[in-house]
């Protein structure tokens, strides 16, 4: 049971470049999102996907786009990266609307130079 | 969303309980209380959640007060592996899918 798998793990970009970075889970959640958190800083929500076919912004969406690919996978994507981009990005899963908690990937680390 | 209040760092001797206060006023009826930490970097961990009543499992117990306007996250015996950043959150579970708001949480280091 790997929980939520986020790749890449460490990623170098050069301004204007593009990525996109991926986020699968595998305990049927309905619900996925995708935070960023900056050093010495909380979790800001980038974007959520309640369940599949729908998705929503969250606090800081501006320079990211996302995909509810299916059920298991939520990608968040960079279409021209800028340096305050660089962050720690995390991927999440749980059932809303339950009491669960939410589970996290371990974070993919991107700089942009 | 109700707001939370947490001390912004504390410390803890070795395999001594870790008491985490939490204010949470504003808390609504059909608002839980949930516990999460970070260590260094790592993605977020659930760790416990409650409504009214104390809670404990294998990694936490959680005491809410009877006006539910506060409560205390414990960890019986502390160990360095514990030193984290433990955040407090409160949201209700029939809510939106956006209500999981992370503040600054309390850093817990575990001394030796």
């Known amino acids: 049971n790997a929980g939520v798998t986020q790749t890449p793990k460490f990623q170098v970009l050069k301004t204007g470049q593009s990525m996109t970075l991926q986020c699968a889970q595998d305990?049927?959640?309905?619900?996925m999102y995708w935070y960023r958190q900056d050093p010495g800083m909380g979790l800001r929500l980038i974007y959520y996907?309640?369940?599949?076919?729908?998705?929503d912004k969250g606090e800081v969406p501006n320079g990211y786009n996302v995909s509810r690919l299916n059920k298991r996978e939520f990608s968040l994507r960079l279409e021209s990266a800028a340096p305050s981009q660089t962050s720690v990005y995390f991927c999440?899963?749980?059932?809303?609307?339950?009491?669960?908690?939410?589970?996290f990937g371990s974070g993919t680390r991107l700089t942009v130079v | 969303d109700a707001k939370t209040t947490q001390p912004t760092s504390m410390d803890c001797a070795e395999g001594r309980a870790a008491n985490l206060p939490c204010n949470h006023s504003?808390?609504?009826?059909?608002?839980?209380v949930y516990w999460y930490r970070q260590i260094h970097s790592q993605g977020p961990q659930y760790i416990i959640h409650?409504?009214?009543n104390n809670e404990t499992n294998e990694m936490a117990s959680l005491i809410i007060t009877e006006d539910r306007k506060s409560s205390t996250l414990i960890l019986p015996h502390a160990t360095l592996r514990d030193t984290a950043v433990y955040y407090c959150?409160?949201?209700?579970?029939?809510?939106?899918?956006?209500?999981?708001?992370f503040g600054s949480g309390t850093q817990l280091t575990v001394l030796p």
């Open positions: 999440a899963s749980t059932y809303v609307r339950q009491n669960y908690g939410y589970t």
């Open positions: 305990m049927n959640h309905n619900s």
């Open positions: 996907s309640a369940s599949e076919g729908t998705t």
């Open positions: 504003t808390i609504s009826g059909n608002e839980y």
């Open positions: 409650g409504l009214k």
């Open positions: 959150i409160v949201r209700s579970p029939s809510g939106s899918a956006r209500q999981l708001t």
